[in-house]
């Protein structure tokens, strides 16, 4: 999962999700809630929902606000192979998903130049006999698969340091296939002390200049992001009364605004012997 540990930093410092609220559209306050406010976008905006969670947590992933004019300048997708997901104790499962991100540059409005943006993920996951569960850390008995999704959007202070520079980079379009290149020796050895993707390409620092770490928010300064991975039936473990538990057949972890270290898990992976 891309930002939960010792992925992106700036995701690692998002926060938690007050249960059963659904975080995205508005902030009690601050930036976001000044740009997304007075947004006109249609219900169908992507949405990630954890389904099992009870409160519902979910996240929606609303585009800027009209009256701020905003321009979009990035509108690229890519597809990532061998991307080692990262649980509590250490790497869990291979993934290999498909990537949108989005950004305007908002031109009106007291945040005139600032960058507003999207991203959603969607893909599978596999996880290894004898990895660690992502939450719980159980040892999978057996090997499984199943579906991952992703919302995320934020923003991007425009100062001196954070510049948009995409260079000779393509700011539209399909991006090709990126490799990490992790391995299933290390997700089995589940821990990050093992050397896991050698080749992450992130879109922040490569369409940014350097210095955009302090400003590239999922968190306190505006923001939600949210994850839920769903175990294919095949290999869920029985349970007496309703054949499956959902408790460990369904992954979600979400960040909420405001909260500088915090996030809300629900549930676990585990696949049945």
Not at 77 to 90: C, P, Q, R, S
Not at 106 to 119: E, I, K, R, S
Not at 172 to 197: E, F, H, I, M, R
Request: aromatic share 14%; hydrophobic share 35%.
């Amino acid at each position: 999962m891309r930002g939960k540990f010792e992925r992106q930093g700036a995701w690692r410092r998002s926060g938690a999700v007050t249960v059963g609220a659904v975080v995205g559209l508005f902030l009690a306050g601050g930036m976001a809630s000044v740009v997304l406010a007075a947004s006109g976008h249609a219900p169908g905006d992507p949405k990630v929902v954890c389904p099992g969670s009870k409160p519902l947590l979910s996240v929606s992933i609303p585009g800027p606000a009209h009256a701020f004019h905003p321009k979009l300048v990035l509108s690229v997708t890519w597809k990532v192979v061998n991307d080692e997901d990262g649980g509590v104790v250490g790497y869990w499962a291979l993934d290999t998903y498909t990537i949108a991100v989005q950004m305007w540059q908002l031109q009106a409005g007291p945040y005139a130049n600032d960058y507003y943006w999207t991203q959603t993920e969607s893909g599978i996951f596999q996880t290894l006999q004898g990895a660690h569960s992502p939450n719980n850390s159980a040892v999978e008995p057996a090997p499984g698969y199943g579906v991952v999704t992703m919302g995320a959007w934020g923003f991007v202070n425009n100062t001196t340091v954070e510049k948009f520079t995409p260079g000779s980079q393509p700011t539209q379009g399909y991006l090709g296939v990126k490799n990490y290149g992790g391995s299933t020796n290390s997700t089995v050895a589940g821990t990050y002390a093992v050397t896991g993707d050698t080749n992450m390409w992130f879109w922040y620092t490569a369409y940014f200049a350097p210095g955009y770490e302090a400003d590239y928010t999922v968190g306190a300064g505006g923001g939600a992001w949210g994850y839920v991975y769903e175990l294919n039936k095949a290999f869920w473990t029985p349970s007496p009364s309703t054949g499956a538990t959902p408790s460990v057949d369904e992954y979600c972890i979400f960040g909420v605004p405001g909260s500088s270290t915090l996030f809300d898990t629900h549930g676990d992976i585990v696949t049945s012997a």
